[in-house]
């Protein structure tokens, strides 16, 4: 309730925000100004368009060995190579996704780059933040630079209108299906593996032990769940199945089959694998449910495309009502639903304590409260620590209410000072 009180009548004396957990706090962003905040947002939105910019050069890349007329064209002399059936179909199904996938490996670690710049005082922010510029960028390049410049642009320079995109996804969405079920098995079915075996962490414990000769395997539990990459990939392989459902149903029963053994793989290693740092509050949920109807949305203009091809007028009337109650259900759920995503509501709050209250917990939690919040890296020694908080009652009035206003630092150790 506090939280959303507004502190003051004048917006520019204070701005305030939920805490994160202590675990979550991201410290090297504590001290950014708040009015560089909107400035580092709009650079790196800035960065991450010219970024997905770049990145048509290897899509388009990619693009030109699915095509082998063109591939030929470019490089004459693999002419008499690409004759032969084993080479053609090397090149032309299952090589380009495999060189797409290692271009974007490349993309999380940009992205986490910038959602840091970005400003963000938590650690569950900055990687919702990145989870998101993955998940756009993954849907631009994967899905539609690849639909476009695979299919339409080598048909027509321009739409002629707006009202041909829908044609034109439904005549474009075909001809990349096999690349899209290459994808899946290269990118969906390889990083499960991959994440089964933890090849990272491994190498890099062999590292560690080999040739830097260092014993200690504290840091070896440390590992979280990486957000940032795997959302984007399942929201990305949901995306696909809905708009190839359609016209590639082929590709259907290996997304289910990633789905089933990517619910066994993920729930192994979110229970014996990671370790669970802070509580987002379920932040990415409105992130899978708005791709979800984005997915529905596309899927449902794809098919007005198709019956508009078949020249079914009574199918297409049918989709345009469908498209404008996807739409209000959206909006109904934003309504509805997105304020609990928000704040945490004050019944669970209080569950909460009384939960706390009842297990004998609150002891523990007055005793760590004065410290959750203090960077670790500045504690001096944690001993001392403990003991000024345990003194912290009795020296308090030690200080003058004039030195606290100063910020001074008070007899036990403590700096009582007043941000405006």
Not at 72 to 79: A, R, V
Not at 152 to 164: A, N, T
Not at 289 to 294: C, I, P
């Amino acid at each position: 309730m506090t939280a959303q009180t507004l502190q003051t009548s004048n917006p520019m004396l204070w701005v305030t925000d939920l805490a994160p957990e202590p675990q979550d706090v991201y410290w090297s962003n504590i001290c950014i100004p708040y009015r560089q905040l909107w400035i580092r947002k709009i650079a790196t939105l800035v960065a991450s368009i010219v970024f997905m910019i770049v990145f048509l050069i290897p899509v388009t890349f990619v693009q030109s060995l699915t095509q082998l007329d063109n591939l030929q064209k470019l490089l004459p002399f693999m002419t008499g190579m690409l004759k032969n059936k084993f080479v053609i179909q090397v090149v032309s199904g299952y090589l380009p996704s495999v060189i797409l996938v290692l271009f974007l490996c490349a993309v999380p670690p940009v992205m986490m780059l910038f959602s840091a710049v970005e400003g963000s005082i938590s650690r569950s922010g900055r990687k919702m933040s990145a989870c998101c510029k993955v998940l756009y960028f993954t849907i631009w390049n994967v899905f539609f630079v690849n639909v476009f410049a695979g299919s339409i642009i080598s048909q027509l320079s321009v739409f002629s209108s707006v009202r041909d995109l829908p044609a034109q996804l439904a005549k474009a969405v075909p001809s990349q299906a096999t690349f899209f079920t290459t994808y899946v098995l290269s990118s969906g079915w390889a990083s499960l593996a991959i994440e089964v075996m933890q090849i990272c962490p491994l190498l890099y414990n062999l590292f560690q032990r080999v040739i830097l000769r260092v014993k200690d395997d504290s840091e070896g539990g440390s590992l979280s769940f990486p957000y940032h990459t795997e959302i984007p990939r399942i929201l990305l392989f949901g995306f696909l199945g809905f708009t190839c459902s359609i016209l590639a149903p082929l590709m259907l029963p290996f997304l289910l089959f990633y789905f089933f053994l990517a619910y066994l793989v993920y729930r192994n290693q979110i229970i014996n694998v990671y370790i669970t740092k802070y509580d987002s509050g379920g932040q990415y949920w409105p992130i899978a449910h708005n791709t979800t109807v984005f997915s529905l949305i596309v899927a449902q203009v794809i098919a007005l495309g198709v019956f508009g091809l078949k020249h079914s007028s009574v199918a297409s009337g049918f989709t345009i009502p469908l498209l404008i109650c996807t739409l209000l259900f959206h909006q109904y759920c934003r309504q509805r639903f997105l304020p609990i995503f928000k704040s945490n509501s004050a019944q669970i709050l209080i569950d909460m304590d009384l939960r706390d209250e009842h297990s004998g917990s609150m002891g523990e939690i007055y005793e760590h409260l004065s410290s959750a919040y203090s960077q670790s890296s500045l504690v001096p020694d944690a001993s001392n620590h403990t003991k000024c908080f345990s003194n912290r009652e009795d020296k308090r009035s030690d200080q003058s209410s004039e030195d606290i206003e100063k910020g001074l630092p008070s007899p036990n150790g403590w700096n009582f000072t007043f941000l405006s």
